[in-house]
C-alpha cells in the first residue's frame, strides 16, 4: 500500500522560508509524477509545484515562480518543496501528490501559516 506523509510545515514570518518533505512507502511505478498542492481556508485546493520522475521537468504556480523550488530523491523516495520568500497568501495546507498513471496518491497535508 502506497502512502505519503509529509513533514516540515508550521509558524513562520513573511519573508522567511521553509522546506517541505515528503515520504513515500510502497511499491510505485518507477515512471510517476510528483507534485505539492495546496488549500487555503475557504479555497479549493490548487496545484503549487510539480516535477517528473526524472526531475527533467518542473512545473510551478504563477503565484510561487521564483520562490518555491521542488525537488526529489528517488533513491530515498523523497520529494521536497523549499519555499522562500513567504507571504501570508501562502498560509494554507500543503498536500504531497504522487501520479504513477494507475492511481492518483495523496498525503494528510502540513499546515504552513505565514504571519505578517
Known amino acids: 500500500q502506497v502512502q505519503l506523509v509529509e513533514s516540515g510545515g508550521g509558524l513562520v514570518q513573511a519573508g522567511g522560508s521553509l522546506r517541505l518533505s515528503c515520504a513515500v512507502s510502497?511499491?510505485?511505478?518507477?515512471?510517476?509524477?510528483m507534485g505539492w498542492y495546496r488549500q487555503a481556508p475557504g479555497k479549493q485546493r490548487e496545484l503549487a509545484a510539480v516535477?517528473?520522475?526524472?526531475?527533467?521537468?518542473?512545473s510551478y504556480a504563477d503565484s510561487v515562480k521564483g520562490r518555491f523550488t521542488i525537488s526529489r530523491d528517488n533513491a530515498k523516495k523523497m520529494v521536497y518543496l523549499q519555499m522562500n520568500s513567504l507571504k501570508p497568501e501562502d498560509t494554507a495546507v500543503y498536500y504531497c501528490?504522487?501520479?504513477?498513471?494507475?492511481?492518483?496518491?495523496w498525503g494528510k497535508g502540513t499546515l504552513v501559516t505565514v504571519s505578517s
Open positions: 510502497g511499491s510505485i511505478f518507477s515512471f510517476n509524477v
Open positions: 501528490n504522487l501520479n504513477d498513471g494507475r492511481m492518483n496518491y
Open positions: 516535477i517528473s520522475s526524472g526531475s527533467s521537468l518542473v
